[in-house]
């Protein structure tokens, strides 16, 4: 498995700006999902090991996946910011293959511990 640690949450005004941070031990496939109060986790966005991206519709041209392979390091950067973006976020990672569809919490064995995401309107 993979060691997680996630940061950068927070409470922000809509149409403001957050960046996540997720630290790994090492390097993984590597995604973001939230989870709001009474809704299913569900997927944000996926960086392959060799920088491939890919978007949940919800979010699309408004945030940003990128990855620092030096540090292990995965960031999500969240632009326009929406009141239905409050969620906890957690990063994800798959120490090997991939065992589901990357938008399926299933596809992951590693998982941070979540990190604070409130938009206020």
């Known amino acids: 498995q993979v060691q997680l640690t996630e940061s950068g949450g927070g409470l922000v005004q809509a149409g403001g700006s957050l960046r996540l941070s997720c630290a790994a031990s090492?390097?993984?496939?590597r995604s973001w999902f939230r989870q709001a109060p009474g809704k299913e986790r569900e997927f944000v966005a996926a960086i392959t090991l060799s920088g491939l991206t890919y978007y949940a519709d919800s979010v699309k041209g408004r945030f940003t996946i990128s990855r620092d392979n030096a540090e292990n390091t995965v960031y999500l950067q969240m632009n326009s910011l929406k009141p239905e973006d409050t969620a906890v976020y957690s990063c994800?990672?798959?120490?090997?293959?991939?065992?589901?569809?990357?938008?399926?919490?299933?596809?992951?064995?590693?998982w941070g511990k979540g990190t604070q995401v409130t938009v206020s309107s």
């Open positions: 090492r390097r993984a496939f």
């Open positions: 994800a990672a798959a120490s090997g293959s991939l065992m589901a569809p990357m938008t399926r919490p299933g596809a992951y064995d590693s």
